[in-house]
């Protein structure tokens, strides 16, 4: 993919209006929309620069396609500041949550191929899920705890909604972290020199948050749903992930492990002192050495395991737009990207919006609350990435940067208006 420009530091927004039927690949020619209006869209220009000349943020990048058609393509600011290293449109980003998505679907293909159902128990292919109980009272002075038992058996259902009861280790629940981190279980975050069918299987053996089912609670569910790709396929999730994904839909830039010739194009990690002043993320901040994309892994996360491009996660997204089509290859079919991106929740995961097979997606009431349409489904990652896909519009959008916290978050909702009053 040629450069279309070059600009700052990483913030990916990505914004692909939902193609026709018949759009197979992203047009990347310099073609001008008339359902866009550019002179609005290039107010995202004088937006960032100006938050990157007070220094709130060191670089990012973002993307637009609209009926198929790549509309903005740019990178703001420096992927690194100490080198003075521009923040190219194609810079490598550590994705990290937006990983969750493609793990989506990779269980949905397999799903296809009548590998599992939906609802059926993950115990039918890892056993040790098959007796779980539930955490009933924890005392944190010594970190016991009661259990109940579970009134049923998790399915891939719940894994996909994180209504499992399944917790985060490092960044979950209280209770459920110090029980996790006594049993070492990984975070997926960074760099772990473990087997993951092992931990995954430790991890069966411990208590859920909560009744399978109940509520929702971002957890460990995804990293787990790609050790049953692992232990379905009979493929590591880095091979199930290039043979079945990557591959056919010319996602050329998404890795487990970054290859050597491409690693200076990986942006720097940063955070915030107490002051709030932006500063380099160290190699043992929270535990997660920024340097994880260049080590040769083999404990591959499902849930935050991948780095990628603005561009490459822009194909995903269109593939869906699509109808689970892109590049002449139908990846998933139409009805099964339906299923996906319906709500599958009896309630509200965040009190307004719902949530589908992997992803958030919009209500009525979020839709009046901010310029997305119902339906447009989305996530994002823990460096300060996000994206969306509206398909009323055409519209996918991409933000992505590599900081975290971020003072001036606000920014992205910012980016967002203007996309969307650029749209006619």
Known sequence: MKKMSLCLPVILLVCT??????????????ARLSSIDYEKLDRIDTLVNEYIGRKWLTGLVTIVVKDGQLVQYKGYGMADVA?????????L?????????????????????GKLLLDEPIADFIPEYANQVVLDKYNAADTTYTTVPAKRKVTFRDLLTHSSGIDYSDIGSEPMKSIYAKAGIPSGLGYFDKDLLTEMKKMGKLPLGFQPGEKFQYGLNSDLLGCLIQVISGKTLDDFFKTYIFQPLGMNDTYFNVPKEKAGRLATVYTEDEAHNVIPWSHT?????????????????GGAGLTSTAYDY??????LLNGGKYNGKQILSNRTVEMITSNQLDFHFNGTDDFG???????????????????????????????????????????MSQQNPNSHGDLFKRIEAIIYSSVK
């Not at 209006?17 to 310099?30: E, F, G, W």
């Open 83 to 91: 080198s003075k290293k521009p923040m190219e449109n194609n810079s």
């Open 93 to 113: 980003f550590r994705i990290m949550s937006q990983t969750k998505a493609i793990t989506s679907i990779g269980i949905m293909m397999l799903y296809e191929q």
């Open 17 to 30: 209006l939902s193609v026709s039927a018949n759009a197979q690949v992203i047009k990347t020619s310099n």
């Open 314 to 319: 822009a194909i995903f997204m269109q593939m």
């Open 357 to 399: 097979l992997g992803f958030e997606i919009v209500t009525d009431k979020g839709a009046a609350n901010g310029p997305r349409s119902k339906g447009s489904f989305s996530w994002g990652g823990y460096y300060g990435t996000s994206y969306w896909a509206d398909p009323k519009e055409n519209l996918v959008c991409l933000i």
């Open 285 to 301: 901040f929270r535990n997660i050495d920024p340097d994880y994309p260049l080590m040769d892994k083999h404990y591959f996360s």
